[in-house]
């Protein structure tokens, strides 16, 4: 491999990011350059992907000539949104480091440090764990050599079951230049740089100091699973940043007259979907269950359509796709399996045991989760802010959504108890698939004791907190 291998790689990932930020322009007029650099490369990649796979889908060859027509057809909707769009309410968001010009050119730099630094790691490491290669490159590669959606059947795992959103974006790689390095890995170095960032202007907006929020942006890219996440090809890491991010753009939405942030969140749980089987589950369950909770503090206007047009326009076309050419796995059709043992007085309350068992050893593992749970744990009990979860309604949903996503997940491993081996798939995966749970955990605990309260809407009026 040389550097010139790297070329192509690097200019379609650079693509990417510029089409999801002219996307972002017209979606979050209001957002600053850090929030929606952090959005990019997954709503841009995300979004082209699905484009990818609407072509594939009606049969046109998946080569270059179709990576172009994605992107223009990109580029053509942003310029359509900007045309519909109507005015948005308040000010800017403010999340520039503090110290003037100086501070904001350190502050790039270590950001252009680390995209060198985990690009250049991503690549080295190449495709080298077994569910990588199997689900995501072999088969991104066998759509991108045949030039056809439909190869993905015989190619890589799960044939046509599984969502395609990585295979076909690294296959869009090997269609560009067949993927000698392989840059295709840049796609995770960029998953993790846009999960720091986007970890950084949450904290900014819900008021964390300026250092603080560096020091838990270390903290949360330094836990070994986000960490080996940011360099392997796992689609984990690319899940947990669209669930999570999703979630708390919608928890922000409530209540306010922009509707930029409930569209985001729509598009972002819609990819969450189009990303891996759990995403329809997590986004549903989930979703309903902090809708219970905004409606106990009188919210009633939660923007449902402007939330699930995208999702459901995205969500749904690959849930018809499955259903007409997928083979179905464990969770399709593990809820009738669970309902007719447990109608026949089969609990299996082992299988519970073994799941808390298992979560107990796996968020206490320092090599898995380094020092997670005892940093949250420390954080909240020294900073002493439980007065403020009793009344900030921001701080409870996501507590909520924290702990929602973590009985999902359980019940999800609980269901697959009544159809395949559990022990197996729990010692498998249960690290990588309560992912989102302990980053969202992370973000949810440095709020609860570094952030400030928000200001209150005047005037009809959402405004953005600093």
């Known amino acids: 491999m040389t550097f010139l291998d790297l070329v192509p790689a690097s200019i379609h990932t650079i693509a990417l990011h510029v089409v999801g930020l002219l996307l972002l322009r017209e979606l979050l007029p209001r957002a600053g350059r850090i929030e929606r650099l952090a959005l990019a490369f997954p709503i841009g990649g995300g979004l082209f992907t699905w484009v990818l796979f609407l072509f594939g889908w009606a049969g046109v060859p998946l080569g270059r000539l179709t990576l172009g027509a994605a992107y223009l057809t990109l580029v053509i909707s942003a310029l359509a949104i900007r045309w519909r769009r109507t005015p948005s309410y308040g000010a800017r968001s403010n999340e520039h480091p503090q110290g003037g010009r100086r501070a904001q050119v350190v502050f790039w730099g270590i950001w252009g440090l680390l995209a060198i630094a985990f690009g250049a790691l991503a690549v080295g490491r190449a495709y080298s764990t077994w569910d990588a290669i199997a689900i995501w490159s072999i088969k991104g590669y066998g759509m991108a050599q045949e030039a056809s959606l439909f190869a993905g059947e015989a190619w890589g795992s799960h044939r046509l079951s599984y969502p395609l959103n990585l295979p076909l974006l690294i296959g869009s790689y090997f269609a560009l230049d067949g993927d000698p390095a392989p840059g295709s890995k840049l796609i995770f170095s960029s998953f993790f740089l846009s999960l720091v960032l986007f970890a950084y202007v949450y904290w900014r907006r819900r008021k964390v100091p300026f250092g603080t929020g560096l020091l838990g942006v270390l903290f949360l890219g330094s836990l070994p699973i986000i960490f080996d996440h940011a360099t392997s090809g796992y689609a984990n890491l690319p899940f947990s940043f669209y669930l999570t991010a999703g979630l708390l753009y919608w928890i922000q939405s409530l209540g306010g007259r922009d509707r930029g942030p409930m569209l985001v969140s729509g598009l972002l749980l819609g990819l969450s979907i189009w990303t891996r089987p759990e995403g329809l589950y997590m986004v549903g369950l989930t979703a309903m269950i902090l809708a219970a ?44 399996a669970a309902i007719r043992e447990i109608l026949n007085a089969q609990f299996h309350v082992e299988s519970v045991y073994l799941i808390f068992r298992f979560l107990g050893r796996t968020f206490l593992d320092l090599d898995t989760w380094g020092l997670l749970v005892p940093a949250v744990v420390l954080s909240i009990l020294v900073g002493g802010r439980w007065r403020r979860l009793g009344r900030e309604r921001t701080l409870q949903l996501e507590l909520l959504a ?41 973000l949810w605990s440095v709020h609860l004791t570094f952030g400030r309260p928000s200001k209150p809407q005047q005037q009809g009026k959402e405004v953005e907190p600093g």
């Open 293 to 336: 909770g905004s409606r106990l503090h009188g919210r009633a206007d939660l923007g449902w359509r402007v939330w699930l047009a995208p999702l459901v326009l995205i969500g749904g076309s690959w849930g018809v796709f499955a259903t007409l050419y997928g083979r179905g796995g464990p969770l399709s059709s593990a809820p009738a």
């Open 402 to 442: 924290v702990a929602s996503m973590g009985v999902i997940l359980a019940g999800i491993y609980y269901l697959i108890s009544f159809v395949g081996n559990l022990e197996y798939y729990l010692s498998t995966g249960v690290d990588r698939l309560f992912l989102p749970v302990g980053v969202l955990a992370v």
